[in-house]
């Protein structure tokens, strides 16, 4: 069974710079796999960062960049401001018509 | 803008069958460039992926879930729906439907989501 992995929860000082990975229990994490990144405020639906591995959402500030690293898909938050504290979802495309979700990871911004 | 709501009952009883429906406005579902899915979130728990559809009916499912899952589109309406069979208190949770773009397979833009709890 596929399984997507995300750090479970991840901090970070104001202003300062974190980067958040989201691989699989098995294999690498390419392009292929059409990444993309959502955040979600709790209690609201999740908002579109980032797909296909790096280009940003409509509205989406600079500070928020994807990329491959290593074996995995990254999203980086460079500067980061108080109300980036969220929960962050990768979503990969695994082909044949199914997409998996990361488990998520929790961000804390302090 | 496009805008999609959900709609259906908030309580489900289980084994019974949750049913949800998905108006959007501000755009059709028989665009051919997109597929329309559901996404359901359990409380305090993760998102999850339950299936897609494209307009002209061909639909994919979540394997874990494809025995119980039924997405259907009614292109006169500008709506689409989710049945989910034999429901069970693990199948409580957010359920949101979101447009898919067909391509580069993200999801960009989302319902607001509808709570459903199973609960005798």
């Known amino acids: 069974q596929t399984v997507v992995t995300q750090e479970p929860s991840f901090s970070v000082s104001p202003g300062g710079t974190v980067t958040l990975t989201c691989g699989l229990n098995s294999g690498s994490v390419s392009t292929s796999y059409y990444p993309s990144w959502y955040q979600q405020i709790p209690g609201q639906a999740p908002r579109t960062l980032i797909y296909?591995?790096?280009t940003r959402s409509s509205g989406v500030p600079d500070r928020f960049s994807g990329s491959i690293l290593g074996n995995k898909a990254a999203l980086t938050i460079t500067g980061a401001q108080a109300d980036d504290e969220s929960d962050y979802y990768c979503?990969?495309?695994?082909?044949?018509?199914?997409?998996?979700f990361g488990g998520g990871t929790k961000l804390t911004v302090l | 803008q496009l805008q999609l709501q959900e709609s259906g009952p908030g309580l489900v009883k289980p084994s019974e069958t949750l049913s949800l429906t998905c108006t959007v406005s501000?755009?059709?579902?028989?665009?051919?460039?997109?597929?329309w899915g559901w996404i359901r979130q359990p409380p305090g728990k993760g998102l999850e992926w339950i299936g897609s559809?494209?307009?002209?009916?061909?639909?994919y499912y979540n394997p874990s879930l494809k025995s119980r899952v039924t997405i259907s589109a009614d292109t006169s309406k500008n709506q689409f729906s989710l049945k989910l069979t034999s429901v069970t208190a693990a199948d409580t949770a957010v359920y949101y439907c979101?447009?898919?773009?067909?391509?580069?397979?993200?999801?960009?833009?989302w319902g607001q989501g509808s709570l459903v709890t199973v609960s005798s």
């Open positions: 979101a447009r898919q773009t067909r391509f580069l397979y993200y999801f960009d833009f």
């Open positions: 559809i494209y307009y002209s009916g061909g639909t």
């Open positions: 979503l990969l495309s695994m082909g044949s018509g199914i997409w998996v």
């Open positions: 296909s591995t790096n």
């Open positions: 501000g755009g059709s579902i028989s665009s051919n460039n997109y597929y």
